[in-house]
């Protein structure tokens, strides 16, 4: 495998055949589930106690991960958002006091949520900044959810409920999300926009992928797509497969697929080969896992969790 799994010790995993919709392809990396860590289930978000205060709880005896950057919002309260990877000992609650509010004028408490997702990547990378993530301020995203909305046209707010309300966007979101199915043994994938990388995620099990995948993809990726099309900052893409008529020959659908596999792995390979860890720092322990920023060169990186010397999540936007 490449250099970047083997720097951070994902060096027992595998890439399978991608799959390729508009100008976004997913390269499932497959695997055995790592670690020992709540089911995902066992992991909710409990409620917003103050603005910028976070409660999750974790009902299962082992240890539980919340993915990076997870989004949580409700009807009639304002909307949140971790600046951070979390880590909750088995039967615990915790409270994460560094959050983002990500509506600039809506007040009431959340209790629960009715929809969650992840950040859009964009969004991400601003929180890669050390002082900004740990900054106990509800107000910290407001300026660059701005920026992020700007042009878009829906909304003046810094609303990011404009954007993924929009009934529009929430149909294309919903449409491009299902286009992508895991396959046999994924625990992860690498995400592109046409032929850059944008984003790596790798969850502890089969069944992480099976709960979180739709949010990753719909809610980061999917959502960062879908408005870099609307801004006109994205080219069509080149790496799109063909449509095939009903009646193809399917060995010669399946002799396309491959070829057009085997080509993309030649020009992915080098690339992920070429992604240079600068830094991995301590960021939390909680009881048997812990949590590290891990930086990348060029304004990228991510969160890594540990439990003991065993790698078990890696989220990276690039």
Known sequence: MSNIFEKLKFN????????????????????QDRGETAEPNNLRFSRTVQYGEMVFENTDSKPAIVPSNYMVRGKGAQDHATSTVGILAGNKQK??????CIESSQGGMLHGAEQDDVL????????????????????KLWTHITTWLSGLNVGTQAHLRYFYDNSDIKKELETFAAEFEPVDKQIGAIIMFNDAIVGLEIMPTHQHWQAYWKKIIRGCYG????????LGKIKPSTLILPDFPDSSDPDEIGRVVSKF?????????????????????????????SS?????????????VVQGSTPVYLSLVL
Not at 223 to 230: H, N, P, V
Request: aromatic letters at 2%; glycine letters at 6%.
């Open 223 to 230: 959502a960062e797509l879908i408005r870099q099309k609307r």
């Open 12 to 31: 027992d995993v595998g890439l399978s055949q991608i799959q390729s919709v508009d100008e976004m392809s997913v390269i499932p990396i497959i695997g």
């Open 120 to 139: 859009p990547v964009t969004l991400r990378k601003v929180l890669l900044d050390k002082q900004l993530r740990s900054k106990r301020s509800f107000k």
């Open 261 to 289: 596999n085997d080509h993309l792995m030649k020009e992915v390979l080098p690339i992920l080969d070429n992604i240079k860890v600068s830094s991995i720092d301590p960021i939390e322990n909680d009881s048997s896992l």
């Open 95 to 100: 409270t994460y006091r560094n959050a983002c």
């Open 292 to 304: 590290r920023l891990v930086t990348l060169e060029g304004g990228a990186g991510g969160d890594l």
